[in-house]
Structure formats: structure tokens, C-alpha cells
């Protein structure tokens, strides 16, 4: 469960966010409302303005990670926000090769991240696939 001040938090910055033609900030919004509905899942946020927004989801059951997925609104141009959405390498597979391996990329571990600058329904199903594996393997 979900402290309801993370959540809060993360509906704030949700809410200072203006909406672009890229719809980065609907996907995310997706992201984090799957996330938030999985059993034994707890969310954390780190909110770094002009860096990153990052949402991270940690199963109940880890014990040597504190997270799974870290889901990061790239903040470097406020106004062109993107998604970059990492995984341990370990913990997902990649079948359609859609993420980058990021070598000791996700704390100091190998990782998969995926990139996203635009709306794509069929990414965010993907990555929601790749949600569910990370947590399972978790678990």
C-alpha cells in the first residue's frame, strides 16, 4: 500500500504538468495508475525539478532491491517532458528488443530502459507487460 502522501505528492506534480501534443504526461499518468493497482505494491517518488520526476514501485516481498521499476518524467525542458521507464535486467524480458541495456545503469546493476517522447498505446502495453513480469519476479 501506498503512503497517501507519496500519492499526493505525485497528483501535484500531475497537476502543474500542462498537457503537450505528445501526451507524455497521460502516459505516465496510465503508468502510475497501473502500478498503483498491483497487490503488494508500494510507490515512492523523487521529485528533482529540472533533473527528473522518478516514480518507483518496490513489491512487499523484496528484500535486496528497493524497487523494480523506476518510471522518470525527464525534466531537462519542462515544456518536452519524456518518459524514461527502467527495469533490473534480471527481472523482465525484452522479447521485441524495444529497450536499451544500460550496463551497471540502475543502481550500479544492469538495466533495461525505455524511452518514451510520444503517445504510443501499444508501448504502454508493453512496458504494463513488463510491469507485471518485474513485479512476479519480485515477489
Known sequence: MTDSTILDAVNAF????????????????SLKDYLNTKEGVSLDFHSRP??????RARHAAQTDR????MVDVIDDDPAERWLSVCFYGDMITDP??????IPDGLKGS??????M???????????????DEACTNAA
Open 96 to 101: 521485441d528488443e524495444e529497450g536499451d541495456l
Open 117 to 131: 517522447d510520444e503517445f504510443d498505446a501499444d508501448k504502454l502495453a508493453y512496458l504494463k507487460a513488463r510491469f
Open 66 to 69: 528497493d524497487l523494480f521499476v
Open 14 to 29: 500531475a497537476e502543474s504538468w500542462t498537457e503537450t501534443d505528445t501526451r507524455m504526461k497521460e502516459a505516465f499518468l
Open 50 to 55: 529540472g533533473v527528473s520526476y522518478s516514480l
Open 110 to 115: 544492469d538495466g533495461y530502459c525505455f524511452d
